[in-house]
């Protein structure tokens, strides 16, 4: 992923380096001692992410030639794809990252169902070629920051500028 984007005309840190990353680190420090299972969650991603790592490397690697593919038919070949696994998967981690922040009773759940949703997402999104490999890294970083997803984006919008 580009080290910035443009967002209304703004540099936008989507890479949690510099100011941002030191920014968003005591942020998460405070998260982290008043949201109930918040470090329980955030371990239990970072274990489902670490241990299928090779799984969605060879995903990786296999839609390598699938980009070839994409590129001779214009993208419309994995298309329905997009529209059926990728988007409604990346919607189920932005809504589950949303449930873990909104609903605090659900958080039991949550952190069973939470890392798998993320860590399949990570292999279908790593699997099935963008036209954007933008918009495919800010998919993968989505599932790979379960549960504060919905979190970091709010925190790209509203401090805009990460430099």
Not at 12 to 39: I, R
Request: charged fraction near 15%.
């Amino acid at each position: 992923m580009s080290e910035t984007a443009r967002n209304y005309g703004q540099e936008v840190d989507v890479t949690l380096s510099g100011d941002s990353l030191q920014g968003w680190k005591e942020w998460l420090a405070t998260q982290e001692k008043h949201e109930w299972l918040l470090t329980w969650a955030m371990s239990a991603n970072k274990a489902a992410v670490t241990i299928t790592l090779p799984l969605w490397m060879v995903a990786r690697l296999i839609s390598l030639p699938l980009s070839l593919l994409s590129l001779l038919t214009a993208g419309l070949l994995f298309w329905p794809f997009h529209w059926l696994l990728i988007r409604p998967g990346t919607f189920l981690v932005l809504l589950t990252s949303d449930m873990w922040a909104a609903m605090p009773v659900l958080r039991p759940l949550l952190l069973v169902l939470g890392p798998f949703l993320a860590v399949i997402g990570m292999v279908v999104v790593s699997l099935i070629p963008d036209g954007n490999p933008d918009h495919q890294g800010a998919r993968l970083i989505l599932c790979e920051l379960w549960p504060l997803s919905r979190r970091r984006l709010e925190w790209i919008a509203e401090h805009g500028i990460g430099r």
